[in-house]
């Protein structure tokens, strides 16, 4: 009984030993991984093109408000619900989302060629993402150079914020000017567009408002808003002649001839 207590001992000893051991060594098994995919180059660019990724989802709003035809159809889309005479039909909601929807089948080809530029050697790890970026926006940098108003953007320029003693900076060219002055340029341009668009939009429907107005006054309802009895009006001239169709069309085909 005496001789088996030694060996009692040393198994008690073992047991109460292994799971310290496993303690110190398992924290080391995820350091290993780690150290062995960042020793193969996987690990550093999956970081990067995950923080990339998430940097472009917190932008996507904005860059589809800055760098895309975005802020003219929704605008326009909005002077023809206001000329309508619907207040919140169709909903805010429906109006962004099919102006993005509209947006995105406009931008298509310039989408395709940033990705083919500079979305596809990036996800290969051939280009860095700087240079990624520099050869993405150039799609971009030409789509907004054909829609500026030369006007709007020497009025831009003019005062812009330089040195004292700078001199007035020359008309630049759409294409070499910088990004600071493009985007500006390029959304007030769409928005001015936008509004000589809503006018035409606009017209038709103001005559029927000047129309029904006229008619009720002759017949003495004065006291009837002529907005409530020119709805229905409105609406079955709008559905008579597609006005969806047409409008949709008619902003796409603009794009495609500038």
């Known amino acids: 009984m005496r001789r088996a207590w030694p060996g009692l001992a040393i198994l008690t000893l073992v047991a109460a030993a292994i799971p310290a051991a496993a303690q110190d060594i398992a924290p080391l098994s995820p350091v290993a991984d780690l150290a062995s995919a960042a020793a193969g180059g996987g690990l550093g660019r999956n970081a990067v093109m995950l923080m990339a990724g998430l940097t472009l989802l917190s932008l996507a709003p904005g860059l589809a408000i800055m760098v895309t035809c975005f802020p003219f159809v929704v605008t326009v889309l909005s002077i023809l619900r206001q000329s309508i005479g619907l207040q919140q039909s169709p909903p805010n909601m429906l109006i962004v989302s099919l102006a993005m929807f509209l947006s995105w089948y406009v931008m298509d080809p310039v989408l395709r060629d940033a990705w083919q530029v500079a979305g596809a050697p990036l996800q290969r790890g051939e280009i860095t993402l ?8 150039e799609p971009f940098r030409r789509f907004m ?33 910088p990004l600071s002055l493009i985007l500006p340029s ?7 567009r936008a509004f000589s668009i809503g006018f035409l ?9 000047l129309v029904v107005s006229a008619i009720l006054m002759s017949m003495g309802m004065m006291m009837v808003p002529p907005t409530v009895v020119a709805l229905p009006f409105k609406l079955a001239f709008f559905v008579a002649v597609d006005g969806w169709g047409l409008i949709a069309a008619a902003l796409v085909r603009g794009y495609q001839s500038g």
């Open 130 to 137: 700087d240079t990624a970026f520099d050869r993405g926006i």
């Open 145 to 177: 150079a054909d829609r500026i108003d030369p006007d709007t953007m020497a009025a831009l320029a003019e005062v812009a914020p330089r040195r004292a003693g700078q001199p007035l900076p020359a008309a630049a060219d759409p294409e070499q000017a």
């Open 201 to 209: 939009v606009a017209l038709p429907f103001l005559i029927i408002d």
């Open 186 to 192: 390029f959304m007030l341009s769409e928005i001015q």
